[in-house]
C-alpha cells in the first residue's frame, strides 16, 4: 500500500510560481514512476510531468521549455514539481500519483495505481 499526499497549492497570479511536494510512503519508493497529473473543470485528467526510478522526465508540451520542473528525492520519499510563469490555463487540481509495476515513465493514467487527494492550484490573471 501506498499512501501520497501532496501539499504547495495555492493562488498565484499569471506568471508566478509554485513548488508542488507529495510525500510517499513505500517500502521501494525508489523503484516507483511517479507522475503529476492536473484535471481542469470539464477536462479530462492528464499527466503534466513524470519522473522514472531512474530519473527519465517527461513533460506535458504545456510543460516544455523550462517552464516546470520535476525532482524526486528518494531519501525522503518525496516528488516535486516546481512550475513557473504560471498561466490562468494551468489551473487544475493536481494530482500525485505513483506506478509502483513500472520503473520506466508511463503515461495513462491507468497506469497509475495509486493517487493522493489533490491540490488546487489556481491562476489568476
Known amino acids: 500500500q501506498v499512501q501520497l499526499v501532496e501539499s504547495g497549492g495555492g493562488l498565484v497570479h499569471t506568471g508566478g510560481s509554485l513548488r508542488l511536494s507529495c510525500a510517499a510512503s513505500?517500502?521501494?519508493?525508489?523503484?516507483?514512476?511517479m507522475g503529476w497529473f492536473r484535471q481542469a473543470p470539464g477536462k479530462e485528467r492528464e499527466l503534466a510531468a513524470a519522473?522514472?526510478?531512474?530519473?527519465?522526465?517527461?513533460y506535458h508540451r504545456d510543460f516544455a521549455k523550462g517552464r516546470a520542473t520535476i525532482s524526486r528525492d528518494n531519501a525522503k520519499d518525496m516528488v516535486y514539481l516546481q512550475m513557473n510563469s504560471l498561466k490562468p490555463e494551468d489551473t487544475a487540481v493536481y494530482y500525485c500519483?505513483?506506478?509502483?509495476?513500472?520503473?520506466?515513465?508511463?503515461?495513462?493514467?491507468?497506469?497509475?495505481?495509486?493517487w493522493g487527494r489533490g491540490t488546487q492550484v489556481t491562476v489568476s490573471s
Open positions: 500519483a505513483a506506478d509502483t509495476a513500472e520503473s520506466i515513465v508511463t503515461i495513462s493514467p491507468r497506469d497509475y495505481e495509486y
Open positions: 513505500g517500502r521501494t519508493f525508489e523503484r516507483y514512476t
Open positions: 519522473v522514472s526510478a531512474s530519473g527519465e522526465t517527461w
